[in-house]
């Protein structure tokens, strides 16, 4: 018994040492390591939906140090309005529809246009190169030409043939997604009952927040 009371006490005095060592509390550690930022990286296929803009695209999924853990396909739409709003909305208030239902068939595709964003299209350009699987653009269709910056696709310029001003624009910052890893999900139970068991004053202190799950 003295034997096991001993040993429960070694344990006590690991978690105080812990909770000392380590500054701030369980649950913020634990929800703090599952952060995940996601960034599009690459656009794939695109198609007009009504009035929306739908938008099949890669990600890059990092962790709260920047590190890059792996990467994924996703979905969004966005209101051609908003793409076109005067003065331009901010990146960070864009209204975004993610993991949107792709549109059904037959849907409006819109090809997607490597080049120069800043030059307008001309009849006499040679044929773009069209990524996804989408028909070439023709003279009676609109066009997303790519803006590419640091070796990925950093935005979209909805261009119309004739049209002197772009008839819209997509920051790619737009579509980034800061998550939590859907593992922490099952472990913040025990990750409160310990701040709650050794540390309440703190967690008297502290405001609960929601973060999106994955």
Do not use: K
């Not at 090809?111 to 009849?123: I, N």
């Amino acid at each position: 018994m003295a034997c096991s009371s001993s040993g429960s006490g070694r344990a006590l005095v690991a978690v105080l040492m812990a909770t000392t060592v380590l500054p701030g509390c369980w649950t913020g550690h634990l929800m703090e390591s599952a952060r995940r930022r996601e960034s599009s990286l690459r656009y794939e296929r695109a198609f007009l939906d009504g009035d929306r803009l739908y938008l099949e695209y890669d990600v890059a999924v990092r962790n709260r140090r920047g590190e890059e853990l792996r990467r994924g396909e996703r979905r969004a739409a966005v209101a051609l309005s908003d793409l076109a709003a005067r003065p331009e909305l901010p990146i960070d208030e864009l209204p975004v529809a993610f993991d949107a239902r792709r549109p059904p068939e037959p849907a409006d595709p819109v090809p997607l246009v490597r080049g120069d964003a800043r030059r307008p299209p001309e009849p006499a350009d040679p044929v773009p190169l069209v990524r996804g699987d989408v028909a070439p653009p023709s003279a009676a269709t609109r066009r997303l030409r790519v803006v590419r910056a640091d070796d990925r696709d950093a935005g979209l310029v909805l261009e119309v043939p004739g049209g002197v001003q772009p008839a819209g624009r997509l920051h790619s910052g737009s579509l980034t997604r800061d998550r939590t890893a859907p593992w922490a999900w099952p472990l913040l139970p025990l990750a409160v009952a310990l701040d709650v068991a050794v540390l309440p004053l703190h967690v008297l202190g502290i405001g609960f927040f929601y973060v999106t799950p994955e």
